[in-house]
């Protein structure tokens, strides 16, 4: 081979190792910008939780209005433990004279799939008067139920009820919105349902944070004001 040929072939390879050295930093550090920005997130919602969210009702500061956070009361063929404890938290703030109203907010995207209604059927079944418990149908996110609250129902104090996981990402929410809130955390889920959430919920407070501060995502719908039975 004439020398000619062997230099540009070795040229060859010293731009192919080059490419593959750059791609290799550059994936890395994007890796660590995810992760960076995965850690933040999660830190900034735990945050925004710090001394907003109880464990028992007795402690959380009266408010006109709770915001109930809709799932499906069935899931998989048998109940869902996280309706289940949040609706009981939503009795038991009732019970002891926190709220005036309710606000159950959740998904209605199926004519067989209606968590506000199931919420309410619960609630009603365990004492909450009827007519202190408001639907909205349009909560078809965290962030969809928390802006909705202000904007079409008015509400500017509300106590937030769901799993400490799910109130804190809320708790940010409503902040970067100027509604004031406090939570009541409903009992906590174990079992492979509570690692897997963990996992997404993750993923959910990387989406939080880019919707408040790169996005600006609003809720999906709006329309008429409401008014809560205060």
Known sequence: MRKS?????????????????????????????????VFYADRTATKA???????????????????????????????????????????????????KCFIVSGDNHAHDYNEPREMKD????????????????????????VVRAKEIFGVEKVVLISQRFHNERA??????????AVGLNARAVGGPSAKKNARREKLARVKMWLDVNVLKTGPKFLGKKEELPL
């Open 5 to 37: 040929k062997r230099i540009t072939l070795r040229m060859k390879k010293w731009r192919f190792f080059k490419v593959i050295k750059w791609l290799f930093i550059l994936g890395l550090l994007g890796g660590l910008m995810v992760l960076s920005l």
């Open 49 to 99: 939780g710090e001394g907003k969210l109880f464990d028992e009702p007795s402690e959380v500061p009266d408010a006109p209005v709770a915001l109930v956070f809709g799932c499906a009361r069935i899931y998989q063929g048998r109940q869902n433990l996280y309706f289940k404890y949040r609706i009981e938290a939503a009795v038991a703030l009732w019970e002891a004279g926190k709220v």
């Open 122 to 145: 619960a609630m009603v079944e365990a004492g909450v008067p009827s007519g202190k418990i408001v639907c909205d149908y349009a909560g078809l996110r965290t962030l969809d139920s």
């Open 171 to 180: 708790a940010y929410l409503a902040k970067s919105i100027g509604l004031e």
